[in-house]
């Protein structure tokens, strides 16, 4: 699976959008993007993924750019809640397919 | 939404004696189960891949007879650690692809995780 590159730390004023970068440039086309996220002391959370069109959900929106090298996460309205680590991960479809995580990054919200 | 649980949450144990901890898929069937470890403000390392019925598949430099991992249903994984030492202290999280349902992905849900101190 492709290796990601996110930078390791972020700010957000809450109530702002939150745009999370990450970069791509050795996926495959058939590989998707996925991002999780990971408050602390708990269990990764999913938020969205996609492979080559923009989604977007309850959570976030997904922007991939039309090489599918870079992508960005979208928090539309950040809370304090949202801070967390997030990661972008590329992975294939597939049963046989893992999830490997990076480093992420890790967004804080502020007041 | 799919859930999945873990337990225990947290767990002290002395060093040289074994814990078990429990992985259950609450409300969908998981033919897949993964096992990954934290430490302290590092990312999350995957340990092993168990598939209901079978062996488990252990990631390169992870002691398959140190971390037991028996998958014998489709809702419930656990992993033991055998004869635990203090640099078994770590962060344990479950997840579990269902498998229940046909999907475009193959959706991996994650427990809360397992706190394990071993003194």
């Known amino acids: 699976d492709a290796k990601t590159t996110q930078p390791p730390s972020m700010d957000c004023a809450e109530g702002r959008a939150a745009n999370l970068p990450c970069n791509h440039s050795?996926?495959?086309?058939?590989?998707?993007v996925y991002w999780y996220r990971q408050i602390h002391s708990q269990g990764p959370q999913y938020i969205i993924h996609?492979?080559?069109n923009n989604e977007t959900n309850e959570m976030a929106s997904l922007i991939i750019t039309e090489d599918r090298k870079s992508s960005t996460l979208i928090l539309p309205h950040a809370t304090l809640r949202d801070t967390a680590v997030y990661y972008c991960?590329?992975?294939?479809?597939?049963?046989?397919?893992?999830?490997?995580f990076g480093t992420g990054t890790r967004l804080q919200v502020t007041l | 939404g799919a859930v999945v649980s873990q337990h225990p949450s947290w767990v002290i144990c002395k060093s040289g004696t074994s814990v078990k901890i429990e992985c259950r898929s609450l409300?969908?069937?998981?033919?897949?189960m993964f096992w990954y470890r934290q430490f302290p403000k590092q990312s999350l390392m995957l340990m092993a891949t168990?598939?209901?019925?079978?062996?488990?598949?252990?990631e390169q430099g992870v002691e398959k007879d140190k971390f037991l991992i028996n998958h014998a249903s489709l809702t419930l994984s656990t992993l033991t650690v055998t004869s635990a030492h203090p640099e078994d202290s770590s962060f344990y999280i479950c997840?579990?692809?269902?498998?229940?349902?046909?999907?475009?992905?193959?959706?991996?849900?994650f427990g809360p995780g397992t706190r394990l101190t071993v003194l």
């Open positions: 997840s579990a692809r269902r498998s229940d349902i046909q999907s475009s992905y193959n959706e991996q849900f």
């Open positions: 050795t996926i495959s086309g058939n590989e998707y």
């Open positions: 996609g492979l080559k």
């Open positions: 991960i590329v992975r294939r479809d597939g049963t046989a397919s893992k999830l490997t």
């Open positions: 409300d969908f069937q998981a033919t897949t």
């Open positions: 168990s598939n209901e019925g079978s062996k488990a598949t252990y």
